[in-house]
């Protein structure tokens, strides 16, 4: 369909280095230019720093925590009027949005272990979540695995989720030798070092890494680069007393990021659940080799391009990695594999698939 206006909820891009921050930016970025024709208008929270762009305006949600979300910011949408209402942070509000509703549903981490997790969120996960499920037109989900979560936990009906994966950001790529060696200096990295790049939160799973991290021979340095979540404070307590070898860098920009994948040895994602997994396939982009767990979402998305090991066991781990560490035509071959693997993924064709999932949504409502 041509010339459509969407509402979308930017309420990630409160948070851009968080994978529900970076979906939004990027597929509203590819959805704009897949549809040039089509607009958009995206509610932020305050303090949102909005990027200018063609077709897309940005306006405020209302600041008050519930009331607003959820009573003034529809009565706002229906006044709108938009052709569709796109909820790329997985939700929809309590009261009706006066039009058709797509959500993208990135994880349900928290209704598999809410030991993961704050205990903050009653409102969100008691009803906001499953209301959503059961109410919107259609649910897009960002791994086979979450979708299997909707349907199993909530009763979703699979007609009516469609997988579409994430896809690689521009700029992550192999990058030269004399890009690196700037980016070293810039950023105090070590000469030889294992990342780990994620929320540090219970439910990635560093303590088994810092344990194998612990238990190697030749052992690189450690570099976690992520800001603090919650619950952390056995994992900070582990860290200080390891010495000066982990290094914590706190969430970095955007553009940093790619180099300090390419100056990583390997990547390592133990997380016990992740709905997609970003981290690994940026790794793989720029030609890191990975290792990842072998729970949720972690295998399908890295396919045959890297290591899988169990979560939790720390010996599998020290073996994964002294592997790549000490085998050069390993660490090629995975460098290969991951690079042609990551090639499979691209916001573009997430935002073709999209686009489709939200006419399929407004044919339905004719």
Not at 1 to 30: E, S
Not at 79 to 91: Q, T, Y
Not at 232 to 240: H, K, L, P, W
Request: hydrophobic share 45%; with cysteine.
């Amino acid at each position: 369909m041509t010339g459509l206006h969407l509402a979308v909820d930017g309420v990630g891009l409160a948070r851009p280095w968080a994978g529900v921050g970076v979906y939004t930016a990027q597929i509203l970025r590819a959805m704009s230019v897949e549809r040039p024709d089509c607009r958009f208008t995206v509610f932020v929270p305050d303090g949102v720093a909005a990027e200018a762009a063609r077709a897309i305006s940005y306006r405020r949600l209302p600041a008050l925590p519930f009331v607003g979300r959820h009573m003034q910011w529809p009565a706002r949408l229906r006044r709108l009027r938009p052709d569709v209402f796109f909820g790329a942070a997985g939700a929809l509000p309590i009261m009706d949005v006066g039009s058709p509703s797509v959500i993208t549903v990135h994880d349900l981490a928290i209704y598999r272990n809410a030991g993961w997790f704050p205990q903050r969120q009653p409102l969100s996960t008691r009803w906001v979540v499953p209301s959503s499920l059961r109410r919107a037109d259609r649910v897009i989900a960002v791994s086979n695995n979450t979708a299997r979560d909707a349907e199993e936990l909530f009763g979703v009906d699979p007609a009516r989720i469609t997988v579409i994966p994430h896809g690689v950001s521009l700029g992550l790529r192999p990058m030269s030798g004399d890009e690196l060696a700037s980016a070293r200096e810039r950023l105090h990295l070590p000469e030889r070092f294992i990342l780990f790049v994620g929320t540090i939160e219970p439910r990635k799973n560093l303590l088994t890494l810092l344990e194998a991290w612990a238990m190697l021979r030749d052992r690189p340095d450690l570099v976690i680069v992520g800001g603090w979540g919650w619950n952390y404070e056995a994992i900070r307590d582990r860290i200080s007393r390891l010495g000066d070898r982990v290094h914590h860098l706190d969430a970095l920009e955007p553009s940093q990021l790619p180099a300090v994948y390419n100056l990583a040895r390997v990547l390592a994602h133990p997380a016990w659940y992740e709905g997609f997994g970003l981290p690994p396939l940026e790794a793989m982009a720029c030609g890191t080799p990975v290792v990842v767990s072998d729970s949720s979402s972690l295998p399908e998305v890295v396919g045959d391009a890297g290591l899988v090991v169990p979560a939790g066991d720390a010996e599998a781990w020290r073996k994964a990695l002294e592997k790549i560490l000490g085998d050069h035509e390993l660490a090629a071959d995975l460098r290969r594999r991951g690079i042609l693997r990551a090639a499979e993924f691209s916001w573009s064709r997430s935002a073709a698939m999209t686009w489709e999932v939200i006419d399929d949504a407004l044919a339905d409502g004719l």
